[in-house]
């Protein structure tokens, strides 16, 4: 258990459909990191929050939004849902307080989203 | 923007010998960070080894070591003594000070019985 939790693990939805994906950071982490893996393709970032507040925004599609609540667990919300968003998604969190202290990411298991 | 590249889509070694996966960035910066990442079938994303670009020595985590060249931008992982457990997707990541983790497209590698 890395201490980085995502639920659900694994989704199916149809086309058009609207999801919300969830992620706990490891305790004490304030940074939370969400990337999209399609299959057998790196990891693409998709958008940073820090302590609350969006810090830095990647390739995010407009039909993706996320936060992240004063608990500091954050939820990524996937709407008009088409095939090509089918893909793993993880949530990472950052070991100290401040961004990019340079000792990586602790990642989650990961969300595995089926569009059908 | 910063660019990994990892020009070998997949490799095979036998067991217990030594195999050295390739990795190359694009950088204007002279601080950073770079990391190997394993993701073994069950998808779980390891931290396998990080290198902190201000020092020299290469860092060394039991059987896995880089051989990082900052003049070339190159960070190779050599994993000695492989097991069938290293069988995963590795992959190079390059951290910018206060900025995101950037990929790879990642080496499938196999071990071989």
């Known amino acids: 258990d890395s201490g980085v939790t995502q639920t659900p693990k694994h989704l199916i939805t149809a086309t058009g459909q609207r999801v919300t994906l969830r992620c706990s950071p490891r305790s004490g982490d304030l940074s939370v990191y969400w990337y999209q893996q399609s299959l057998d393709q790196g990891l693409q970032f998709l958008i940073q929050?820090?302590?609350?507040?969006?810090?830095a925004k990647g390739n995010i599609l407009e039909r993706f939004s996320a936060q992240q609540f004063p608990d500091l667990h954050s939820e990524l919300n996937l709407s008009s849902l088409e095939l090509g968003d089918s893909a793993l998604y993880f949530c990472a969190s950052s070991k100290n307080a401040r961004q990019g202290e340079g000792y990586g990411y602790t990642f989650g298991s990961g969300t595995r989203l089926t569009v059908v | 923007a910063q660019t990994v590249t990892q020009s070998q889509p997949e490799m095979s070694v036998q067991e217990a010998e030594t195999v050295t996966l390739s990795c190359t960035y694009d950088t204007s910066e002279n601080n950073y960070y770079l990391f190997w990442y394993k993701q073994p079938p069950s998808r779980q994303m390891i931290l396998v080894i990080r290198?902190?670009?201000?020092?020299?020595q290469n860092a060394t985590e039991n059987r896995f070591s880089v051989n990082f060249q900052k003049a070339a931008k190159s960070f190779s992982l050599k994993i000695s003594d492989s097991q069938l457990g290293d069988t995963a997707m590795y992959f190079c990541a390059f951290m910018k000070y206060y900025e995101k983790l950037t990929f790879g497209t990642g080496t499938r590698l196999t071990i071989i019985p």
């Open positions: 929050y820090y302590n609350g507040e969006e810090r």
């Open positions: 290198q902190e670009a201000y020092k020299q």
